[in-house]
């Protein structure tokens, strides 16, 4: 029954957005609060649980964005955006420009948060498409594969480095396979599926930018020279990449050598925060883009003001998408869907995935579905010689499937790139599923290997 009330749950949600045109974060608290009183839990709780889940995912995604979308609007109005797009393009030519935004989105996203390398990247890919005519969402799809992609499978994120420590697995060979898995599964997700996605629905790739944080980006344009240079326009883009990377660098270090805290790591953990990096690289941005090139301050806040005024409608859709999250966790669909596997003796790897995805499915979080999974599947790695990286990897391919109305990720995507509820179901949501699948046959086809 939980997995039935849920199902309706999401139907009623969907007729509500797509037939009766209501308005997206009104709808979410709506549905939110009947699936909490169809799932049983006492009425007086309900709400209490709605404003929890708002709060929660307000308090992490809330800053990353304020402040990534402050830093990607200062770049875009020095010109740094347009600087960085023309310079791509000249060196890997029109032709050959997704090639270069998939390897820029990969490298960035192995340490940054997929929310920070959104957010950070969506601007300069859209001055591209700009600068080249093309579909904003043709670039904007391996974009965000490549993003996900390491999300999912890569340390130092979170869902790979805690189910690692769970499972008790070496996370230097979790790394090294999740790179081989992931490299064949973005281009798979990544290029070849836009080919796919650009034939089935065409409206997606039509109208992607439109009314979006895209527009972040969408600044004047400006003669070449009268832009700032290169160097300092990608060091501006990549400080998080560096703070975060450097953050993580001295923690594997610290936790390998076995030194224990002092106020010097202490330090160095706190800068590597999201929220953190964020709030430095917008200060850094303040000056290299613009006290440094003798822009006025009262013109810089302007930006930042409009750029925060931009996004306050997704960052309320975000925080409702976790109200919908929450009272699914505490309705006790997740727990239902734990007891369901109690005792299986299906193969560890197979089972990790399946569990991952169900979990996943009904309430919504990546997370939480992998760390759930954890606790299920490490009872039967006991005796068993399965490899562990293996099974930490299939995991987070089983947690990020089929993305839906339950997780914030689709919101951002959908909100992100301006799509209709219709075309972020053709594109994000197929494009999750097929990172999954194919994370999972990766798994599979290793395991003969290793």
Known sequence: MPLIITALGILLLLIMIMKFKMNTMITLVVVSFLLGLALGMPVTEI???IEAGLGSTIASTGLIFGFGAILGKLIADAGGAQRIAMTLIDKFGEKRVQ??????SFILGIALFFEVGLVLLIPIVYQIAKQTKISFLWLGLPMATALSTTHAFLPPHPGPTVIADQYGANIGMVLLYGIIIAIPTILIAGPLFTVVARKFVPSAFERAGEGSIAKLGDAKQFKLEDTPGFGVSAFTALFPVILMGLSTIVTLVKDTVGLENNLFFDIIATLGTPSMV???SVLLSIYTMG???KIPMTDLMESAENSVKAI???LLILGVSGSLKEVLMDGGVGDYVAQIFEGSTISPIFLAWLIAAIIRLAQGSATVSALTTAGLVLPMLAGSDVNLALVVLATGAGSIIASHV???GFWIVKESFGLS???TFGTWTVLETLISVCGLVFV???SLFV
């Open 291 to 293: 006290i440094a090139r």
């Open 406 to 408: 339950n997780d914030t």
């Open 312 to 314: 306050g409608m997704l």
């Open 47 to 49: 709400m209490g649980s």
């Open 444 to 446: 599979l086809l290793l």
């Open 278 to 280: 964020m709030l430095l």
């Open 421 to 423: 509820m219709k075309e």
């Open 99 to 104: 090639w270069a935004v998939i390897l820029t």
